[in-house]
């Protein structure tokens, strides 16, 4: 199975048709008000790890100086459409290193794409590392193994002049392991009229709660569980890592 989706690749374009920014507004605030207040003193600079098309930044970013890494040239492109004034930066999350720190670091979906514990860990690290302290991090996987369910779901929007239906069917092909697919069909329909049909199969990670708080604890971030508050991912879990402050922090002597 591809690890690289067409989604992020040759059909990046259609991004916003599939999910498009105005959704995002409930959503972003709250990641706003945890990040705002979990951060002493308030933060300013926002690190997104795997940012994708920008949907959550283009909330964000009236709030925050965002710096937003993607590993996918074409979603960069996507992002900078919408978000032309924020940095945009070219990098894996499991081993970006942008030799500076933020006030907060941010990994929405994205970070579902982490397949094995080793690069879940890469990736918290590279969030640890770029978070000043005093700082936060906040991750917010799609599923966690414990309330995993297959499911379906659909949707798409109608741009100027194309237009997107898809369904989406997430299902776990060995719930023993920490990886379950989700199949994407789109219907795509271009500007003469014409629709294409494309599969896409998505490749994602799923990590039992205790393995995501025991490699932030392992990072060095205090830890809490918060809880999504906005439309279908109502109560799904939030993992907030706090970097305590140099009086607190350990690796400080
Ligand atoms: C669903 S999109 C993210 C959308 C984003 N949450 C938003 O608000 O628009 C998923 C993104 O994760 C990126 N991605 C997947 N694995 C990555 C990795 N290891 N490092 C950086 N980006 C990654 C993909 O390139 C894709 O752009």
């Not at 690749?9 to 959503?27: C, I, Q, R, V």
Request: charged share 25%; proline share 6%.
């Amino acid at each position: 199975m591809s690890d690289r989706p067409k989604l992020y690749e040759g059909l990046a374009s259609w991004f916003h048709l599939l999910t498009a920014p105005e959704d995002y507004a409930d959503e972003a605030e709250q990641y706003r008000r945890i990040l705002t207040e979990a951060c002493d003193p308030p933060p300013q600079t926002v690190l997104e790890l795997g940012s994708g098309g920008g949907n959550n930044a283009s909330h964000m970013k009236r709030h925050f100086r965002l710096t937003l890494v993607d590993r996918s040239p074409q979603m960069l492109d996507v992002s900078l459409g919408l978000n032309p004034e924020c940095e945009h930066v070219p990098g894996d999350m499991r081993t970006v290193r942008l030799a500076r720190t933020f006030d907060a670091v941010f990994v929405h979906d994205a970070v579902s794409y982490l397949t094995t514990e080793e690069d879940l860990r890469a990736a918290i690290e590279t969030a640890f590392v770029h978070c000043r302290r005093g700082g936060a991090a906040l991750f917010v996987p799609d599923h966690v193994r414990e309330t995993f369910r297959d499911g379906s779901e659909h949707g798409g929007h109608d741009g100027a002049r194309r237009a997107l239906r898809y369904l989406m069917w997430e299902w776990d092909p060995d719930p023993s392991d920490t990886t379950y697919v989700a199949d994407f069909a789109y219907l795509l329909r271009h500007e003469d009229g014409t629709v294409a049909v494309e599969h896409d199969r998505h490749l994602l990670g799923v990590f039992p709660r205790a393995t995501w708080l025991r490699l932030m604890e392992a990072a060095g971030f205090r830890t809490e569980i918060r809880q999504a508050e906005h439309g279908e991912q109502m109560g799904s879990e939030l993992f907030l890592g706090i970097r305590p402050p140099a009086s607190m922090d350990q690796t400080s002597g």
